[in-house]
Nanobody, 123 residues
Framework: VQLVESGGGLVQPGGSLRLSCDVS????????IAWFRQVPEKERKGIAV????????EYADSVKGRFTISFDDTKTTVYLQLNSLKPEDTAVYYC?????????????????WGQGTQVTVSP
């Protein structure tokens, strides 16, 4: 069972990135998948979550209107499209699978985590 993030990197303010979370070893048909981010010495914060059953989504206010979560037709990859990036979006981004198909952004509701991918927004 594995979640592997990719797609991070260095981008200028106003730029875009697309992060991917490849899921293997289990089917996430019954679980929500979310993206979190964390900066040093701060707690991990949920920013976007998608329901595997009906594709409904929920976003943190800090990213609403700029980030989009989605998954591919085979439900083996979850994407996070990051647009209009700001320096304050700089963080390590993690994907996670929840205990159930619930739209929650609390890290305690998630049981499986990837290793993270660094996103740096800087001129």
């Amino acid at each position: 069972v594995q979640l592997v993030e990719s797609g991070g990197g260095l981008v200028q303010p106003g730029g875009s990135l697309r992060l991917s979370c490849d899921v293997s070893g289990f089917s996430f048909d019954d679980y929500a998948i979310a993206w979190f981010r964390q900066v040093p010495e701060k707690e991990r914060k949920g920013i976007a979550v998608i329901s595997s059953s009906d594709s409904t989504t929920e976003y943190a206010d800090s990213v609403k209107g700029r980030f989009t979560i989605s998954f591919d037709d085979t439900k083996t990859t979850v994407y996070l499209q990051l647009n209009s990036l700001k320096p304050e979006d700089t963080a390590v981004y993690y994907c996670a699978a929840g205990y159930a198909d619930l739209l929650r952004l609390d890290p305690t509701d998630y049981r499986l985590w990837g290793q993270g991918t660094q996103v740096t927004v800087s001129p």
